[in-house]
Each structure stands twice: as structure tokens, then as C-alpha cells.
């Protein structure tokens, strides 16, 4: 079904966002995460820079974590047995999701140590 016009997309989209963290516990764990690094970042004084990076990550973490939720309600609801290429699939989405978090918390780590350190 396609929408109408832009607003009907973006009040889909809305909904989709709303429905995949209410659904998955993960998006309630990133959240909490992101919340003690952000409170770390104004503790340790992070400047404009850090904010958009630590915003841009947690963004590409939440991207992946809504993409392999899709995926893998896509692929349950087609295939209810066991199948070999469906468990390669959700394992690669989970690994771009793992991927992302690394991306995160790697760049948190030197965000941190540099305003800890300098």
C-alpha cells in the first residue's frame, strides 16, 4: 500500500518507530545506555562535536536495531521451520547492529578519555 503524500509517510514512519520500541526490550537497553554516556558527556564536559558524533552513533545504532527487527519478523513470518539461509540472515543483521555498537562505544571511549584526560 503506498501513501498518499509525504505527511502519510512520515506519521507511517512514526508509527513504525513507535511500534518497533515498544515491541523489541533491546531499544529500551541502547536508551538507557545512551542516557548514562550522554550524562557522561556533560559531566566530563564534551563539546559540540562530541554531541554530534555521540548523536550520529546512537542513530546508526537505533537504524540497525530497526532494520534486523524488520528482518526478523520478515523472515518469521515466511518461514516458521528452521532454515539454514534465514538464520544466516538474522545473524547478519544482528551483526550490523553489533557493528554499530561498536562504532559507539569505541568512539564514547575516546570522547570520554580526551575530556578525562586533557
Same mark, same amino acid.
Do not use: H, P, W
Given at each position: 500500500? !503506498? =501513501?498518499?503524500?509525504?505527511?502519510?509517510?512520515?506519521?507511517?514512519?512514526?508509527i513504525g518507530?513507535?511500534?518497533? #520500541?515498544?515491541?523489541?526490550?533491546?531499544?529500551?537497553?541502547?536508551?538507557?545506555?545512551?542516557?548514562?554516556?550522554?550524562?557522561? =558527556?556533560?559531566?566530563t564536559g564534551?563539546?559540540?562535536?562530541?554531541?554530534?558524533?555521540?548523536?550520529?552513533?546512537?542513530? /546508526? /545504532? #537505533?537504524?540497525?536495531?530497526? #532494520?534486523?527487527?524488520?528482518?526478523?519478523?520478515?523472515?518469521?513470518?515466511?518461514?516458521?521451520? !528452521?532454515?539454514?539461509?534465514? !538464520?544466516?540472515?538474522?545473524?547478519?543483521?544482528?551483526?550490523?547492529?553489533?557493528?554499530?555498537?561498536?562504532? #559507539?562505544?569505541?568512539?564514547?571511549?575516546?570522547?570520554?578519555?580526551?575530556?578525562?584526560?586533557?
Open positions: 500500500m !503506498k =501513501n498518499k503524500n509525504f505527511f502519510q509517510s512520515v506519521k507511517r514512519a512514526a518507530f513507535v511500534n518497533g #520500541f515498544r515491541s523489541e526490550r533491546n531499544f529500551k537497553v541502547y536508551t538507557v545506555i545512551a542516557l548514562i554516556f550522554l550524562a557522561l =558527556n556533560i559531566i564534551s563539546g559540540m562535536y562530541d554531541y554530534i558524533m555521540m548523536l550520529s552513533l546512537i542513530c /546508526a /545504532a #537505533f537504524s540497525a536495531e530497526y #532494520f534486523n527487527t524488520a528482518l526478523e519478523r520478515l523472515c518469521d513470518s515466511f518461514c516458521s521451520k !528452521k532454515d539454514d539461509d534465514v !538464520k544466516f540472515i538474522k545473524d547478519v543483521a544482528a551483526g550490523a547492529v553489533l557493528a554499530a555498537g561498536i562504532a #559507539f562505544f569505541t568512539a564514547e571511549g575516546v570522547i570520554l578519555a580526551k575530556n578525562i584526560l586533557c
